[in-house]
């Protein structure tokens, strides 16, 4: 059990500092767990960290899932065998550049509802949401025997608000339902950030990637008698697509880290493996512009994204190694050092393509059809994430005017009559001339949902065009509208493929043969933009602005033999795509 006394950490009675790796269950897949909780342990690590993902864990309003990928009690198990305690962070946010920050997108359904605060609708769905999950975690508590021996209250909370009834709230929330392990915050550095996130009965940790000394002064302000600790230390960073591969050379970090080691001070590495960002979930960052998340959250981290020893791995190893006898690592009873490698990676060759179908002829097969006057966002009909279809009928002469979207979230396709016409995204301008139109004709609208903001002020993100469309300053109303969650393509009609149109979405289906399993990785070169499923998992979105050039595919999601790939391209068919033996993210 871990225990606090003054400024010190103490493990069954033994002084300790925490060496924690992050790692997140739901960015690995689960046959994948083992072979990165080794590597934390083998670098000499105590600790493992791992945020929850509320969004994932109740993906429809009272349906729970905990399992595959969402199993954490088994992530919690296989971290005992291994050797290693856990530092629990367990919602309601959680922000990890993850799809609504974890917050469920059906929240914002309720009209009027206040996220991260005292609202009475949200805090009866965090409710019910705890009972389901934090009952689950209860047995593998340090104090029940199990490997957890921290847990947090919200994340960040003081880059967001200052209602402390609500964070008290939330520490009543966990300890009401029996957890009795050390609770903490985790906060930037600053005046404001700590002030609005922390309790003052509740310790107190801070998340920074340089700056030790300047970041601890300021922390001395509010905390000067319980332990040390950087919940998050940011050894890398994550990506945007349309923007460049960012990375942060070694030397500074360990730097920092030598920094942490002499003053004695605790430290969570984030990230330690940072895994992929599957299906629709990576997040979006909102600067003046939506900057939507890659799908790779490589993060530049202690192992790459296929899990593999980065000399980052190497030189912290190395450094923690040199201070053994400077620093007590209290470590697990099961910890010990395992023969760790890199996983085999293939190169698979081509992939061509064979058959199509377009996303427009199956509208009705892969979702919902809702008739309304007027526009509603995707949330209204009960969807999360995917794309979504307006369509309706412009009746009467129009010359030269200006449709206006007001105001799309994230990326619009638009189509006058089947015949593409542009794009209209949140980030330019939301209108666009069409030209003479003489007699009725069809307006659709594909929307697409490229990440829900997951940090800052403006949570609070619909998806779809949130307002409405016009003509000059005419709306536009009745309706047609399909969702498109793209969750399951089973049902999808396939033909040959004949002849390709440019900027009709459409699915494209082909094979490729496994003789024996490896990681390997899919580059799309020659392609525009679309999202990548194999085997009828979803791998993730691509887009040919980069910087991510290839999404990685576990030897997990493939069979020896016939493996399948379907791809929805919204723009340009590519022909062929490229199984290789290495990433490419820049």
């Keep these: 059990m871990l225990k606090i006394c003054g400024d010190k950490l103490f493990i069954n009675g033994e002084e300790t500092l925490l060496m924690s790796g992050a790692m997140h269950y739901f960015r690995t897949l689960p046959n994948q767990w083992r072979d990165r909780l080794e590597k934390i342990a083998s670098a000499g690590f105590n600790c493992v960290e791992t945020y929850v993902p509320w969004n994932l864990h109740e993906p429809r309003e009272n349906e729970f899932n905990f399992n595959g990928i969402l199993d954490v009690e088994n992530f919690l198990k296989i971290a005992e065998e291994v050797g290693l305690y856990v530092i629990f962070r367990p919602s309601p946010y959680i922000c990890a550049e993850w799809e609504f920050g974890g917050l469920p997108s059906w929240l914002l359904k309720y009209d009027g509802i206040v996220l991260r605060t005292m609202h009475e609708t949200y805090i009866e769905k965090v409710n019910r949401y705890y009972n389901e999950l934090i009952f689950r975690i209860i047995p593998y508590l340090s104090t029940n025997g199990g490997p957890i021996i921290a847990m947090q209250i919200e994340n960040e909370y003081g880059s967001y608000g200052n209602d402390h009834n609500y964070l008290n709230y939330l520490k009543d929330a966990l300890t009401d339902r029996g957890v009795d392990v050390p609770l903490f915050t985790s906060d930037g550095p600053t005046h404001s950030m700590l002030s609005g996130g922390t309790l003052p009965d509740i310790w107190k940790t801070i998340n920074y990637g340089s700056k030790t000394e300047e970041a601890f002064e300021i922390l001395g302000n509010y905390q000067s008698d319980m332990p040390k600790m950087v919940m998050e230390f940011w050894i890398g960073w994550f990506d945007h697509w349309g923007y460049e591969h960012i990375t942060r050379e070694s030397k500074s970090m360990l730097e920092e880290f030598q920094k942490m080691l002499e003053g004695k001070i605790s430290v969570n590495f984030y990230m330690f493996h940072g895994g992929s960002n599957f299906g629709f979930m990576s997040g979006a960052n909102y600067d003046g512009k939506h900057r939507a998340t890659v799908t790779s959250y490589d993060y530049d981290s202690m192992l790459t994204e296929s899990g593999d020893l980065t000399e980052k791995y190497d030189l912290v190893k190395k450094m923690l190694n040199d201070y053994s006898e400077k620093v007590s690592i209290k470590k697990h009873k099961n910890h010990k050092?395992?023969?760790?490698?890199?996983?085999?990676?293939?190169?698979?060759?081509?992939?061509?393509?064979?058959?199509?179908?377009?996303?427009?002829?199956?509208?009705?097969?892969?979702?919902?059809?809702?008739?309304?006057?007027?526009?509603?966002?995707?949330?209204?009909?009960?969807?999360?994430?995917?794309?979504?279809?307006?369509?309706?009928?412009?009746?009467?002469?129009?010359?030269?005017?200006?449709?206006?979207?007001?105001?799309?979230?994230?990326?619009?396709?638009?189509?006058?009559?089947?015949?593409?016409?542009?794009?209209?995204?949140?980030?330019?301008?939301?209108?666009?001339?069409?030209?003479?139109?003489?007699?009725?004709?069809?307006?659709?609208?594909?929307?697409?949902?490229?990440?829900?903001?997951?940090?800052?002020?403006?949570?609070?993100?619909?998806?779809?065009?949130?307002?409405?469309?016009?003509?000059?300053?005419?709306?536009?109303?009745?309706?047609?509208?399909?969702?498109?969650?793209?969750?399951?393509?089973?049902?999808?009609?396939?033909?040959?493929?004949?002849?390709?149109?440019?900027?009709?979405?459409?699915?494209?289906?082909?094979?490729?043969?496994?003789?024996?399993?490896?990681?390997?990785?899919?580059?799309?070169d020659g392609w525009d933009k679309g999202v990548i499923y194999i085997n009828g998992f979803n791998l993730g979105r691509f887009w040919k602005v980069g910087p991510q050039k290839r999404l990685y595919l576990p030897k997990d999601l493939l069979t020896i033999g016939i493996n399948e790939i379907t791809v929805l391209e919204l723009h340009n068919f590519g022909e062929k795509m490229v199984l290789m033996d290495k990433a490419k993210l820049s």
Excluded: C
């Excluded at 007027?374 to 307006?390: A, C, L, R, S, T």
């Excluded at 009928?393 to 990326?411: A, C, E, F």
């Excluded at 496994?514 to 990681?519: I, N, Q, R, S, Y």
């Design 337 to 524: 050092i395992f023969d760790v490698e890199n996983s085999r990676k293939k190169s698979y060759g081509e992939v061509k393509f064979t058959e199509k179908t377009l996303l427009f002829n199956n509208l009705e097969v892969l979702g919902s059809k809702f008739h309304s006057p007027y526009i509603k966002p995707m949330e209204y009909f009960d969807q999360d994430y995917g794309f979504i279809v307006y369509e309706t009928k412009i009746k009467g002469q129009v010359d030269g005017m200006k449709l206006s979207l007001q105001d799309v979230r994230d990326r619009a396709m638009i189509y006058l009559n089947d015949e593409y016409i542009g794009v209209i995204d949140r980030n330019n301008s939301q209108e666009i001339k069409i030209s003479t139109l003489e007699k009725e004709s069809t307006l659709k609208i594909l929307v697409e949902n490229m990440g829900r903001i997951n940090y800052g002020p403006l949570l609070k993100d619909y998806k779809g065009i949130t307002e409405g469309v016009r003509l000059n300053n005419q709306f536009l109303f009745n309706w047609n509208i399909y969702t498109l969650p793209l969750d399951n393509l089973a049902s999808l009609k396939f033909e040959n493929l004949g002849e390709i149109s440019e900027n009709i979405p459409t699915f494209y289906k082909g094979s490729f043969i496994v003789d024996e399993l490896a990681d390997t990785f899919i580059d799309f």
